[in-house]
């Protein structure tokens, strides 16, 4: 439910001390509401739903700094109910990537193929306390994202990545919600992932 969702991201903002977590080695999980230590290296930005600007300066702030640094990259996941003038301040930074889900009139430089209710469900687990890297774990039923992919995403534009988690209705029928203890998969978060190792493989980091 919708007025459910706006609690679950302030869970964030309220629970202070919580750290950055490590989606791999020299990759951090940052969102509003972790510890904003400066951060230099490459790192992945979870705005997708914030609802209060202000909230995410201190993380801004402290990632800033590192932008001299050629050897990084930082991942900004977002979502058409990101602020659209926190959108606006990512625009134009050198090694800066927005990655969100499809949706009409969204524009992002990689586009995800998931539904908005698999990625609000990602969202709100990672804020609850999930740890990121459950929400991530490759097996053979998900999708790849090595050095070819990432050559053909320069030269082509964006090969969408789904949603893997099952199917529970055909195209004539309305989608039915996830059960409850459903596994959650996030496509956003995995396909940052695999653009930081991509990039790792191309020698560009």
Request: glycine share 8%.
């Amino acid at each position: 439910m919708k007025h459910l969702r706006l609690p679950l991201a302030l869970i964030g903002f309220i629970v202070g001390g919580l750290h950055a977590a490590e989606l791999a080695p020299g990759l951090a999980y940052l969102r509003p509401g972790l510890d904003p230590t400066p951060e230099t290296g490459s790192a992945v930005i979870d705005l997708r739903y914030i609802t209060n600007e202000t909230a995410a300066a201190p993380l801004l702030a402290a990632v800033q700094p590192g932008n001299a640094n050629a050897h990084r990259v930082i991942l900004v996941l977002v979502s058409p109910e990101t602020p659209a003038g926190l959108r606006r301040q990512l625009t134009g930074l050198s090694r800066w990537l927005t990655v969100g889900r499809a949706a009409p009139g969204f524009k992002t430089d990689i586009v995800v193929t998931t539904s908005p209710e698999a990625d609000h469900r990602a969202f709100d687990a990672l804020v609850s306390g999930t740890p990121p890297e459950k929400l991530i774990a490759e097996n053979a039923s998900k999708p790849r994202y090595d050095e070819s992919a990432l050559v053909r995403e320069h030269t082509n534009g964006p090969e969408p990545v789904k949603d893997t988690e099952p199917e529970t209705s055909s195209p004539s029928t309305p989608a039915v919600p996830a059960a409850p203890g459903a596994p959650v998969f996030d496509a956003v978060l995995q396909r940052a992932v695999q653009i930081h190792r991509g990039l790792l493989v191309l020698k560009k980091l």
